[in-house]
């Protein structure tokens, strides 16, 4: 036999590849430890963190606004599936994380969609998923915008999240009462 005929049977990869946006981007050297446009291949039991620790996150960011661990990506599949999915959750006590219009707080977490956008502060990932075959790998993959992600994909425009803050996604209306004439009906 050759080794040929030993060799393993060659499967897809599921795929993350994660769009990064910050304005300071260029000036700061935020993304400066993201290896971009490679793909990087991780164990499926591998929680990939993210935040500004380096002893502790996979992927960080030069960036004291960052929580040490700001959140994680853990891979599962769905009972009764065989694609691999996603599930995001905040790790950070004091920002909250926006994935699409979802605010999750400290040690929230939600299934990742095939397509979202995920802010914190003024960092913008736009987050979209390949499927793949393969059970015990997975791939990540970065690229950098040069423009705010929230504007040219159409997302709605937040305004960043203060370090203590809160999101709210809907405006806040004036729920005092007003007075009308009754000729005004």
């Known amino acids: 036999m050759s080794n040929f005929e030993d ?19 260029l000036q700061t050297g935020i993304f400066q430890s993201i290896r971009f446009y490679n793909r990087e291949k991780l164990p499926s039991s591998e929680v990939v963190k993210f935040g500004r620790n380096s002893n502790i996150c996979h992927y960080t960011f030069q960036d004291k606004q960052v929580s040490r661990v700001q959140f994680s990506l853990q891979l599962f599949k769905q009972f009764d599936s065989s ?18 219009n979802n605010e999750l707080g ?5 299934d990742l969609p095939y397509k979202c956008m995920v802010r914190f ?6 987050i979209e998923k390949e ?16 423009k705010s992600l929230s504007q040219e994909n159409n997302w709605p425009l937040q305004k960043p999240i203060p370090e203590n803050g809160s999101y709210s996604p ?16």
Do not use: W
Request: with cysteine.
């Open 83 to 100: 694609v691999l999915s996603f599930e995001i959750k905040n790790m950070s006590k004091k920002t909250s994380l926006i994935v699409d």
């Open 7 to 25: 060799a393993d049977t060659e499967q897809s990869v599921t795929c993350l590849r994660m769009t990064l946006y910050h304005p300071g981007q």
């Open 170 to 185: 809907c405006p806040i209306r004036n729920t005092f009462p007003t007075e009308m004439d009754e000729n005004e009906l």
């Open 131 to 146: 499927d793949g075959e393969s059970l015990e790998f997975f791939e990540t993959q970065f690229m950098l915008s040069p």
């Open 106 to 110: 400290y040690l929230n977490k939600m």
């Open 121 to 126: 502060g003024e960092y913008q990932f736009l």
